[in-house]
């Protein structure tokens, strides 16, 4: 039996877990893709937002400032790319006036600081690419960039090491309480668990209406991106927002942590969870609504388009907490979307010494703190990459050349406490594959090392986990045709 | 270890054909201070993986397979005693040509260089770059990266496959994914023309029954774990997809043929001038940059379709690259190249005409932006008509030659020079 079972390996979950890392007990995170952070925690604009735009007074506004506030340390911790280069909030219409005034007003109910309004002239001063035609701005010099799915890994990673079980290909489909304990019933079988908690994001809904009295409605939305090539010099340096709408906070132009420029979100309500498709209307969208803020925006810019799928709660707040109206031992952190990434480090500290104290778990003595993750290979200087190599020569084979990642760093990344276990889970973790030829040249590379580490045939290397084969077979071989 | 620079005359980045052609020459031309950096772990770059035959019809007036073509300059530069590292790769060149790489043999090494030339080759546009909407499963591949695993690793991506983009790897792999087996749908290409050597249409697509459908493109991708189809629509004059036209493929492959970029990244790093249209360095007749000593040749300079040229105008770079080394250059006047109507991308763009006896000509290459049928391929400077020769077909496929020779160069002095297209025969 276990003590607690986490339902969702995204941000949320693996935040959580790595808390409790620092308690005794069986515990084990489940999710139903083939690794960690393959929801809309690998899929989003990667802002650490400073909290200025929550309602004031809801959960969102807590826990984002408060998140925000613990996300640079936690980043240093666990050597995740973190970066403050503020945010500006665009105005190009007289009526954007009143809303800026009334964001800048919510900045200082919520507590952010260094917030203030600013007019063309200056934003042109620290933006010199914006649109001629902006009118004013709302200046955030605290907004901040992560790299989402480098973060996720990295809790994992951390929580794994203090005890905390992976179960990954395990979709769980219902939730039953049965003689004092939740049986939670999976695509592999019952597992049987003093407490869950429901980080599902997408999916948290269906097993939140299963058990509550306080039925939910949470909406796949979807957001579809651009990713452009890295330039020099940056064209920004701020993540630029435009005035929010009622779906969000509107279209961005950003900046990652990785110096790529981030173009989207589209915001569209969908029935299936899955579909992260992208569509020719949506990625048009983007582009007609990112010349607002860019003009000279091109496609010959772009190196990838992908899409992500946020949980909105049509309550529109954050529910954390025990699951109302269910028995003991049921939790949950759900319609965490944005600003949830901001908000994770916050949620997995509370709930998870909430969970923990509920259960009377004890602290673990022998708690391991994270170890940072190795700066890499393509940001060392020429002294550390002559003693990364003297340690392991593998740092002299460059394996993917667009991003600089080498041989060393590849196999780290499968050796990690929550390894890599397909080529999306070595780009995710190391950046290879991230770059302008998409892993053209990389790929059969990363295969063989694949195949090497996990010491299975070259035909069982996936893209993303089962079903998602690179190759058929070897030539030669008789074609059914 | 060394932690101390490493002086050497010249430093060619690649050894693929354009970097041995280069390297020979220069050893040739008396360069005996030279090095050839390759990061692959095996000299002759992607002709390795291109075993078709078709080689060396115009450089060796045979034909040979991608290995046969690169082993005859391997063995050379082995006989010549050139030294060539693999498996090493370079991560930064500095504008006075300092050159940092690193292999596992040797670690981090810098090269302080008097002469670069710079023979990266190219790199296949991915799907990413053309933004085409859908899922993104595996069984997406670029062509380059289908023949490396069926030639090299012996492994085949996928049984039933569409192919998006009729460049030449995208035509060889269609025969080679037929002959491993594999049922090739369609070949799909955007333009009402083939980017593709008119030979691989025939030998590789009409000959094999697979229906070529220009002027369509892929709309839609389908699958969430592998690829289970792709919907391909009509295109019209705007290239934009005609609504109602969408056809539905199964299959479980889609190759990328559509297009390649000169890989310019170290290139940019010493802040070498590149050109919008070519994606290559702009470049003199003696191959070089606008930053003095680095020089640039093969794919990285402008995307050939026969690797004859590339070994000629490589050969010609590393002479040029000698001759520079080895200074005392008589004076010369600088005249800029234009590409005048319906040229694209002539190389090279400056020519440095010396001003006492001109004994070579200067031939320049240059695509045509679309296909032309009994045409006149026009040189003028600003006063005069200098040549205006009628060409059966100019197609973007094929890269075309004009040839200055010494008499025309002379009277370029002091002008510039404008390469055009016209319909009637210029005087």
């Given amino acids: 039996m276990f003590d607690i079972l986490i339902i969702g390996a995204g941000v949320t979950g693996c935040s959580i877990a790595k808390r409790l890392g620092q308690y005794k007990g069986k515990m084990a995170v489940l999710d139903l893709a083939d690794d960690v952070s393959q929801g809309a925690s690998k899929a989003n604009s990667g802002i650490v937002?400073?909290?200025?735009?929550?309602?004031?007074?809801?959960?969102?506004?807590?826990?984002?400032?408060?998140?925000?506030?613990m996300m640079k340390d936690l980043c240093e911790s666990l050597g995740v790319p973190y970066g403050q280069p503020g945010a500006l909030v665009l105005g190009f219409h007289e009526e954007d006036r009143q809303t800026l005034e009334a964001l800048y007003q919510s900045?200082?109910?919520?507590?952010?600081?260094?917030?203030?309004?600013?007019?063309?002239?200056?934003?042109?001063?620290?933006?010199?690419?914006?649109?001629?035609?902006?009118?004013?701005?709302?200046?955030?010099?605290?907004?901040?960039?992560?790299?989402?799915?480098?973060?996720?890994?990295?809790?994992?990673?951390?929580?794994?090491?203090?005890?905390?079980?992976?179960?990954?290909?395990?979709?769980?489909?219902?939730?039953?309480?049965?003689?004092?304990?939740?049986?939670?019933?999976?695509?592999?079988?019952?597992?049987?668990?003093?407490?869950?908690?429901n980080c599902a994001g997408t999916f948290a809904g269906v097993l939140h209406n299963q058990i509550s009295t306080r039925k939910v409605k949470i909406i796949p939305r979807r957001g579809q991106y651009y990713l452009l090539d890295r330039m020099q010099p940056l064209l920004f340096t701020r993540t630029l927002f435009q005035v929010p709408t009622k779906m969000g906070k509107g279209v961005l132009v950003s900046p990652?942590?990785?110096?790529?420029?981030?173009?989207?979100?589209t915001a569209e309500d969908i029935e299936d969870g899955f579909d992260t498709a992208t569509t020719a209307e949506g990625l048009d969208d983007i582009l007609d609504k990112v010349r607002l803020t860019y003009p000279e925006v091109s496609l010959r810019q772009v190196i990838t388009t992908f899409s992500g799928i946020r949980a909105h709660e049509t309550g529109g707040d954050f529910i954390i907490g025990a699951v109302e109206g269910a028995p003991e031992g049921a939790f949950e952190a759900i319609g965490i979307e944005s600003p949830g990434l901001s908000a994770a480090p916050a949620i997995g500290e509370e709930l998870g010494d909430w969970v923990a104290y509920s259960l009377g778990l004890e602290k673990n003595p022998n708690h391991i703190p994270p170890t940072p993750l190795p700066k890499p290979f393509s940001a060392m200087s020429e002294k550390e990459r002559r003693a990364a190599y003297e340690n392991d020569p593998d740092y002299g084979r460059i394996v993917c050349r667009c991003?600089?990642?080498?041989?060393?760093e590849i196999r780290q990344a499968i050796r990690r406490p929550q390894g890599a276990r397909t080529l999306d889970g070595v780009k995710r973790r190391t950046r290879a594959g991230m770059g302008r030829c998409q892993s053209g040249f990389c790929s059969t590379r990363v295969m063989q090392i694949l195949s090497e580490e996990l010491g299975l045939p070259l035909d069982m290397i996936t893209k993303s986990g089962q079903g998602s084969e690179l190759i058929v077979g070897q030539i030669g071989e008789k074609n059914d045709e | 270890m060394s932690e101390t620079m490493i002086h050497v005359d010249l430093l060619i980045i690649g050894a693929g054909p354009a970097g041995l052609a280069a390297a020979i020459a220069a050893k040739r031309a008396g360069i005996m201070d030279l090095v050839v950096l390759e990061r692959e772990d095996t000299q002759g770059g992607i002709l390795n993986q291109c075993i078709h035959n078709g080689f060396g019809l115009h450089r060796f007036k045979e034909e040979l397979t991608g290995p046969e073509y690169a082993l005859r300059d391997i063995?050379?530069?082995?006989?010549?005693?050139?030294?060539?590292?693999?498996?090493?790769?370079?991560?930064?060149?500095?504008?006075?040509?300092?050159?940092?790489?690193?292999?596992?043999?040797?670690?981090?090494?810098?090269?302080?260089?008097?002469?670069?030339?710079?023979?990266?080759?190219?790199?296949?546009?991915?799907?990413?770059?053309?933004?085409?909407?859908?899922?993104?499963?595996?069984?997406?591949?670029?062509?380059?990266?289908?023949?490396?695993?069926?030639?090299?690793?012996?492994?085949?991506?996928?049984?039933?496959?569409v192919i998006l983009g009729s460049g030449d790897i995208g035509l060889i792999m269609a025969r080679r994914m037929t002959l491993q087996g594999a049922k090739v749908l369609a070949c799909v290409e955007l333009m009402p023309y083939s980017s593709g050597l008119n030979r691989n249409i025939v030998q590789c697509l009409h000959d094999y029954d697979?229906?070529?459908?220009?002027?369509?493109?892929?709309?839609?991708?389908?699958?969430?774990?592998?690829?289970?189809?792709?919907?391909?629509?009509?295109?019209?004059?705007?290239?934009?997809?005609?609504?109602?036209?969408?056809?539905?493929?199964?299959?479980?492959?889609?190759?990328?043929?559509?297009?390649?970029?000169?890989?310019?990244?170290?290139?940019?790093?010493?802040?070498?001038?590149?050109?919008?249209?070519?994606?290559?360095a702009v470049v003199t007749d003696s191959f070089e940059t606008n930053v003095p000593g680095i020089f640039a040749c093969g794919n990285v300079l402008h995307v050939h379709d026969l690797v004859d040229y590339v070994s000629r105008e490589s050969m010609l770079a590393g002479a040029a690259a000698a001759r520079y080394l080895k200074g005392g250059r008589p004076p010369f006047t600088r005249v800029s190249v234009k590409d005048g109507q319906g040229v694209r991308g002539a190389v090279p763009q400056k020519l440095d005409i010396p001003n006492d006896a001109i004994t070579e000509p200067v031939d320049l290459m240059f695509r045509p932006d679309r296909v032309y049928q009994n045409h006149y391929v026009t040189l003028r400077s600003k006063e005069e008509v200098l040549s205006s020769q009628k060409r059966m077909i100019l197609t973007p496929g094929e890269m075309a030659e004009a040839r200055l020779t010494p008499d025309m160069l002379a009277r370029l002095r002091g002008s510039e020079l404008t390469i055009e297209i016209n319909q009637e025969k210029q005087s």
């Fill in chain 1, 403 to 408: 991003e600089q990642v080498t041989e060393a």
């Fill in chain 2, 210 to 280: 697979i229906p070529l459908l220009l002027s369509h493109t892929v709309v839609d991708i389908h699958g969430q774990g592998r690829l289970t189809g792709v919907t391909v629509a009509q295109v019209g004059e705007d290239r934009k997809p005609i609504p109602g036209t969408g056809k539905h493929f199964d299959c479980d492959t889609l190759l990328l043929s559509v297009g390649l970029i000169p890989e310019n990244e170290l290139s940019q790093q010493a802040r070498v001038r590149i050109s919008p249209v070519t994606q290559g």
């Fill in chain 1, 256 to 265: 990652t942590t990785h110096g790529n420029l981030l173009l989207g979100p």
């Fill in chain 1, 107 to 197: 900045s200082l109910i919520n507590e952010v600081p260094g917030c203030r309004l600013i007019d063309r002239d200056e934003v042109l001063r620290l933006e010199p690419n914006v649109n001629k035609d902006v009118l004013c701005a709302l200046d955030v010099p605290t907004s901040g960039l992560v790299s989402p799915y480098e973060l996720t890994h990295a809790l994992a990673d951390s929580a794994k090491e203090n005890g905390v079980d992976f179960l990954l290909n395990h979709e769980v489909k219902a939730l039953e309480y049965q003689d004092g304990a939740w049986l939670v019933h999976t695509s592999k079988g019952v597992l049987k668990t003093r407490a869950v908690i």
């Fill in chain 1, 49 to 69: 937002h400073a909290g200025y735009d929550a309602k004031p007074g809801t959960q969102k506004a807590r826990l984002n400032v408060k998140g925000a506030g």
């Fill in chain 2, 75 to 161: 063995k050379e530069a082995r006989d010549l005693n050139i030294p060539i590292y693999t498996g090493t790769t370079v991560l930064s060149l500095t504008r006075d040509r300092k050159v940092t790489a690193v292999s596992r043999e040797r670690g981090l090494e810098v090269y302080q260089a008097r002469a670069v030339i710079l023979a990266m080759g190219c790199r296949e546009r991915p799907r990413g770059a053309l933004a085409i909407p859908g899922t993104r499963p595996a069984g997406i591949f670029s062509a380059g990266t289908a023949q490396k695993l069926v030639n090299m690793e012996g492994l085949m991506p996928g049984k039933r496959v």
